[in-house]
T-cell receptor
Framework: GAVVSQHPSRVICKSGTSVKIECRSL??????MFWYRQFPKQSLMLMAT?????????EQGVEKDKFLINHASLTLSTLTVTSAHPEDSSFYIC????????????FGDGTRLSIL | DQQVKQNSPSLSVQEGRISILNCDYT??????FLWYKKYPAEGPTFLIS?????DKNEDGRFTVFLNKSAKHLSLHIVPSQPGDSAVYFC?????????????FGKGTLLTVNP
């Protein structure tokens, strides 16, 4: 089945640091990738949608200068949390779609980000 | 404003019995619904989906029912097994296919007791 790899799985860093999270589709080409954030006991909240070769579309309330998304190839999207602060601590998870109408999105295993 | 609601944060069921997980939605533009299962420290895994043109979809032990007029769907697992213990997320989309954004509920933690 379709596999999505997300790296790193856990990051602990100091406030003010920028953190990059990678999302790779390992055995398929992902025309669209999604980035979600999940706070404890809450639902996965969509942050942005990225299409290969074009600018990401951000959801309302998500700062695009804070959360930089790059989708430079059909198998890789990156999310960079710039100048991270403790309130950015969360579980970030990506998903990828093939564009096939009969296929669901496939998710990575997520990244637990902790800002001290 | 929660457009997809899973009102039961947890459910406990005996092995071999039926598990019924419920989901309600408010946005009438949703056209496609999915259930994902999530174990701790892993990403959600797709279970089953249903298009709004159907009212039932079955895949092995898993059946999803959709009641469009009530804006309600449910996931039935029968018979339930201890390995089914996980958090189950209901999700909805305006269109089918993997290129459209999903709106998730908060999840229901299912515990299947041996």
């Amino acid at each position: 089945g379709a596999v999505v790899s997300q790296h790193p799985s856990r990051v602990i860093c100091k406030s003010g640091t920028s953190v990059k999270i990678e999302c790779r589709s390992l055995d398929f080409q992902a025309t669209t990738m999604f980035w979600y954030r999940q706070f404890p006991k809450q639902s996965l909240m969509l942050m942005a949608t990225s299409n290969e070769g074009s600018k990401a579309t951000y959801e309302q309330g998500v700062e695009k200068d804070k959360f930089l998304i790059n989708h430079a190839s059909l198998t890789l999207s990156t999310l960079t949390v710039t100048s991270a602060h403790p309130e950015d601590s969360s579980f970030y998870i990506c998903s990828a779609g093939t564009g096939d109408l009969n296929q669901p999105q496939h998710f990575g295993d997520g990244t637990r980000l902790s800002i001290l | 404003d929660q457009q997809v609601k899973q009102n039961s944060p947890s459910l406990s069921v005996q092995e071999g019995r039926i598990s019924i997980l419920n989901c309600d939605y408010t946005n009438s533009m949703f056209d496609y619904f999915l259930w994902y299962k999530k174990y701790p420290a892993e990403g959600p895994t797709f279970l089953i989906s249903i298009s709004s043109i159907k009212d039932k979809n079955e895949d092995g032990r898993f059946t999803v029912f959709l009641n469009k007029s009530a804006k309600h769907l449910s996931l039935h697992i029968v018979p339930s097994q201890p390995g089914d213990s996980a958090v189950y997320f209901c999700a909805a989309s305006g269109r089918g296919g993997s290129n459209y954004k999903l709106t998730f509920g908060k999840g229901t933690l299912l515990t299947v007791n041996p």
